[in-house]
C-alpha cells in the first residue's frame, strides 16, 4: 500500500487498531526500554506524557510558544537529545496549537532522527485537515525518512467518525510486529463494522470529495467566523490562526491576571456563569498554562460567535464588578 508517496507492505509494515490512542500507546510499548527518553513539545496533545511513562520511558518537554505561531525550533531541539533519546513525537497538524511544522524542521527533524538512531513517531491524525494557509510536509517522503519514521493514523478525524474508533500505524516491520505483540493483550483486533465503512470511505473517490466539498470549506469559514469573533470580543487574546485541525488556543494571560485567577478557575466560572466550555491550556503541558483551547468542529458560526461573545462578556462583567467595588 502506499501513503504519502512511499509504499509499505501490507502484511509486515502496516497495523490496524482502535484509533491513533492505541496506536500511539502500542507504539511506546514496543520501542522503549525502561529509562528511554522521548522529547515532546510543550504544549501538545495530553495523550503522550502518561503513555510514555506507562511504557517505562522518561519524558523531555521542548517549550514552543505564541510568539513563534508555536513553531518548533531545531536548534533549540538539539541541545535535548542524549544518548537516551528514542524518540520524538511530531503532531501535525498540532492539537492544541493548530500549528503545522515547517517543511525545513521536518527534514531537519529527519537528519537528526538518522544521526542519532532515534524514532519519529509521527501522529498523523489531523493530516487531511489543512486550510491551504501553510504547508504540510510529507515527513515519510523526506529520504532516509522511511527507515526512521512511525506513523500513527486515525479516521475520526477525516472521515468524522470518532465513534468507530479505527487507526492505523505504518512503519518498519520490526515495531509494527512488536505492536501486534502488545495488541495481542489489549483489545486483539479491530472491529469489522468499522472496517468495512472505512474501505467504503476509501474507494471510489469517496474520501477525497468529502474532505473538498464538506469538511475543508465548512471548517475554513467556521475558522474564519471564529477568528473575526475573537479580535473582536477578546482584542487582548493573543493567539496563532490556525493553518489546520480545528482548534484555537489563546494566550489569555493578561485577562487571567486582571481577575487574579488561572484558567482553570476561569473554565470552571465560565461554565457556571455563562453556559460556555472551555479546555484549560494547562491540560497540554506546562507552558499551556495562561491559555484556552477552543474549537470550532460541530458548532455552527451563530453560536460559535454567541460563544465567543460571551467569554467576552464574561471577562467585561468581571472588570466592571472589580471597578464597582474600588469605587
Given at each position: 500500500m502506499k501513503n504519502q508517496g512511499e509504499t509499505y507492505d501490507p502484511e509486515k509494515e502496516v497495523i490496524m487498531t482502535d484509533g491513533a490512542t492505541e496506536g500511539i500507546f502500542s507504539v511506546f510499548m514496543s520501542i522503549f526500554n525502561k529509562n528511554d527518553e522521548i522529547i515532546v513539545t510543550d504544549p501538545t496533545y495530553l495523550g503522550y506524557i502518561e503513555a510514555a511513562q506507562l511504557a517505562g520511558a522518561r519524558v523531555t518537554k521542548f517549550s514552543v510558544s505564541v510568539e513563534d505561531g508555536y513553531q518548533p525550533n531545531l536548534e533549540a531541539l538539539k541541545p535535548l537529545i542524549t544518548r537516551r533519546t528514542k524518540a520524538v513525537i511530531l503532531l501535525s497538524p498540532d492539537n492544541p496549537t493548530e500549528r503545522i511544522v515547517h517543511p525545513e524542521f521536518a527534514k531537519g527533524l529527519v537528519d537528526l532522527a538518522l544521526d542519532h538512531e532515534f524514532?519519529?513517531?509521527?501522529?498523523?491524525t489531523y493530516r487531511d485537515i489543512?486550510?491551504?494557509?501553510?504547508?504540510q510536509p510529507k515527513i515519510t517522503s523526506i529520504p532516509g525518512a522511511q527507515e526512521r519514521v512511525i506513523s500513527v493514523g486515525s479516521?475520526?478525524?477525516?472521515?468524522?467518525v470518532p465513534g468507530l474508533r479505527l487507526g492505523y500505524a505504518l512503519g518498519p516491520s520490526e515495531v509494527v510486529d512488536g505492536m501486534e505483540k502488545v495488541k495481542q493483550y489489549t483489545s486483539l483486533a479491530p472491529n469489522t463494522i468499522a472496517q468495512q465503512a472505512m474501505l467504503r470511505f476509501l474507494s471510489g473517490g469517496v474520501k477525497e470529495k468529502y474532505l473538498r466539498e464538506s469538511v475543508i470549506p465548512t471548517y475554513k469559514k467556521r475558522r474564519d467566523h471564529m477568528e473575526k469573533a475573537i479580535k473582536e470580543y477578546l482584542p487582548e487574546a493573543k493567539t496563532a490562526r490556525p493553518d489546520g485541525a480545528f482548534y484555537f488556543f489563546l494566550d489569555i494571560k493578561r485577562y487571567l491576571a486582571a481577575m487574579n485567577?488561572?484558567?482553570q478557575e476561569f473554565c470552571n466560572r465560565l461554565l457556571y456563569h455563562k453556559g460556555v466550555i472551555a479546555v484549560p491550556g494547562s491540560f497540554f503541558g506546562e507552558k499551556g498554562a495562561g491559555h484556552l483551547r477552543l474549537t470550532f468542529v460541530s458548532e455552527p458560526e451563530q453560536r460559535i460567535e454567541q460563544g465567543v461573545r460571551r467569554i467576552g462578556e464574561y471577562v467585561f462583567s468581571f472588570a466592571f464588578t472589580m471597578a464597582s467595588q474600588t469605587e
Open positions: 524514532w519519529i513517531v509521527n501522529d498523523a489543512v486550510y491551504g494557509d501553510g504547508d479516521f475520526s478525524k477525516e472521515a468524522s485567577r488561572d484558567e
